[in-house]
């Protein structure tokens, strides 16, 4: 009997310590791993629906402070519907790169972070996972926005971008006699501004706002104008990096489009100079002008209710028309540094667990309707409408097929003073003291010149 009592209680205190090791076990994998910050729970599902709880974990490093509260409620949603971890830690503003290179040397390093342009790839491309074939790509509207590595491989996603194109006033343009759908190269551009300006008078407002060159104004059209003739002969040269010099092959289209600003605006050439690049968009809020280059960024001052409240259903982006050939499939100018990279040295369940992540942000009602809020327009399937008409237009384009002009002045060696060149002489030019050989010089020589002050 004393044997048979002493079997049970051993038998009981075994039943115990395995009952113990399985809570211990339940607790290690359910909750979020450690650290420093916030942490929120993220999913690994491309619908609303709870999905099956994967093995492994997601730390995002996020480089957005002002996001930081719509990921983490994200996150949490995530992890409620598919009970996987995520934890979300905002660097502060401005030590991005500081906190990136500290939180990778560490053992639970992040599995999702940003990577933003060529520079980064060259220093993080060991831990960035190629992303071509997965799931969360495929959702992906255009690769414009993504970097690839030397080899072809795609290693960072662009997932939000701001674009820039001539902005129109669509009710004006409407008065003048003429529809937005006339409008789908230079020569219709031309054709319609130059209508407009014969009959100024009688209709009591002009075609372009002022070109203004003052400081204020003019990087609309030493950086974003001049991106015009960069992107074309980059994109015919196969220039994926900052070149040395550049030929100017696109120059006579810069051209084009600056005569055009220049004749049919608000103001003479020779008032350019003191032009303000506040007085450039009162002119297209205030209604007397049609025609405004700028970006999706001004948005919110031309129908703020304190400023211009002008009707968003009265306003449209199209492309910078320039002349180039086959221009009629050109979409507006975008660009972005927002993308997202895996970490290749993540193990395999947590670079499983991040794509899924992904995905079901870029698909979901919570994730699309986050990121419209919060970073406007996505290039993804599933992306939801802006409130921003500039960012439906970009996607719009996209989803038509016509290819993005990509922002190929982020090469622009000594930039300010590249710019400042350029400037100068298309100022002298437009006022009648210089000539077009001077804005030429200032375009491809300055490039050469500060290209070599910038690199000895």
Known sequence: MKKLIALLLALSMVACLFAGCSKDNAE????????????????????????????????????????????????????????????????????????????????????????????????????????????FLNEMTTEDFNIKGEDGKTYCAGYCYEAFGIIVNKALLEKAGHSIDEITSFDTLKAVA?????????????????????????????GHLANMPLYYEFRDDGITEKPKTIKGTYLDNYKNVWDLYINNATC???????????????????????????????????TAADKFAMNPDDLAMIPIYTGVDGEEKEGLACGTENCWAVNSKASAEDQKATLDFLKWVVTSEEGTTMMATEFGPIPFKNAKESDNVFFNDANKLMSEGKY????????????????????????????????????????????ATQYQLENG
């Open 28 to 135: 290690t994998t359910t909750e979020a791993p450690k650290a420093d910050a916030t942490t929120t729970a993220a999913p690994d599902a491309s619908d609303d629906t709870a999905a099956p709880a994967a093995e492994g974990q997601v730390y995002y490093l996020n480089f957005k402070p002002e996001a930081d509260a719509a990921w983490q409620e994200l996150a949490a949603k995530y992890t409620e519907l598919t009970g996987v971890p995520v934890k979300v830690v905002t660097a502060a503003s401005g030590t991005y790169s500081e906190t990136l290179t500290a939180e990778m040397a560490k053992d639970s390093a992040p599995t999702l972070f940003q990577c933003g342009n060529k520079s980064g790839l060259d220093t993080w491309q060991e831990y960035c996972l190629p992303l071509d074939g997965t799931d």
């Open 404 to 447: 993005t002009v990509t922002w190929a002045f982020n090469y622009t060696p000594n930039v300010d003073a590249w710019r400042q060149g350029v400037v100068d002489a298309l100022l002298a030019y437009s006022t009648g003291s210089g000539d077009w050989a001077a804005v030429q010089t200032a375009f491809v020589d300055g490039w």
């Open 194 to 222: 130059e209508d407009i300006t014969a009959r100024k008078d009688e209709l009591g407002f002009a075609a372009f706002t002022s070109a203004g060159l003052d400081g204020s104004s003019s990087w609309r059209f030493s």
């Open 268 to 302: 003479e050439p020779s008032e350019l100079a003191a032009k303000t690049g506040d007085e450039s968009e009162a002119e297209f809020g205030e209604g007397k002008a049609v025609f405004y280059q700028n970006g999706t960024w001004e948005f919110s001052n031309l």
